[in-house]
Structure formats: C-alpha cells, structure tokens
C-alpha cells in the first residue's frame, strides 16, 4: 500500500480545523496581533483615501447652497448649460442657478475669485478633475461687488 494515500485517507475523516491546525493561530495573542494589524492597515488605507479625495476649497460665503452639495457635483454644469440657454434665448439674465449668483455666494473672501488658486472653488475641483475651464474667458471670476469696487479705484 501506498504511505501516502493512507495519510490522505486518514486526513479525509477528520474536520478541517484539526487537519491544519488552526487551534494553533487562535490563540488570544494571536488574535490581538491580527487586530492590531488590520487597525494599521485600516488607518493607512483612510488615510491614503483622504489625501487623494477631494481637495479643501475655499468655499467663500458658503452657507446654504441652492441645492444640495453632491447634487450640485455632479449636475452644475448641467444647470448652468440650461441658464445660459434661458439667458441667451429668453433673456432671463438672473435665476437660481446663474453664473453670476454661484460667484457672489463661492468666491474667495481673500481675493473675490473662484479661480486664481489651487483652493479656488472652481478651479480647485476643475484642477483635481484635470477638465479645462473656459467660462472665465468671457465671464468675470469676481464678486460683483469687488467689480465695482477696482471701478471706482
């Protein structure tokens, strides 16, 4: 007879826990260890999704937005495509989604703009997206108010 298979068919009627000896890598040390480790490696993996997750802007004003933040993410350019379709077309120069209302409430308290800088808050998204932003080639980045304000200088 074969040594081998007799060992394999002793093995065969026997659990699996006693066949690889995990009694012996649960112990309470072991377990401890285990922990630990998962803990490092939860810690290193939220803290390498945080750095690489949306950057920090510096959002202005703030405050209560029109609509809701990740709604907005996804869908401003969308809103903004259908107000300049209303303003081009209908005339319609102010809404609730206007070009000119995002800039008064995001512009930089420091600067007036929404570009210029890496926390911008247009551009810092726009940056971190890698998409080109051409709006402010005809449209001004800054408040109206600081519009009016380099005026009378």
């Not at 510096?58 to 969308?78: E, F, L, S, Y």
């Not at 551009?123 to 600081?146: L, N, P, Q």
């Amino acid at each position: 007879m074969n040594p081998l298979h007799d060992q394999s068919a002793a093995l065969l009627g026997r659990p699996l826990r006693d066949v690889l000896h995990v009694d012996l890598l649960v112990t309470v040390p072991a377990r401890i260890i285990v922990f630990i480790v998962a803990l490092l490696c939860l810690a290193n993996i939220a803290a390498a999704t945080e750095s690489y997750g949306m950057p920090k802007l510096d959002i202005g004003k703030g405050g209560h937005c029109v609509a809701d933040p990740q709604w907005m993410r996804v869908n401003h350019m969308k809103v903004l495509f259908q107000q300049r379709d209303e303003t081009v077309h209908l005339g319609i120069r102010d809404g609730k989604y206007s070009l000119k209302n995002c800039i008064e409430c995001h512009a930089s308290l420091r600067d007036n703009s929404v570009i210029g800088r890496a926390d911008s808050f247009c551009e810092g998204c726009h940056r971190y997206e890698a998409v080109k932003i051409d709006c402010f080639e005809c449209h001004s980045s800054k408040r109206s108010t600081a519009l009016a304000q380099e005026v009378s200088k």
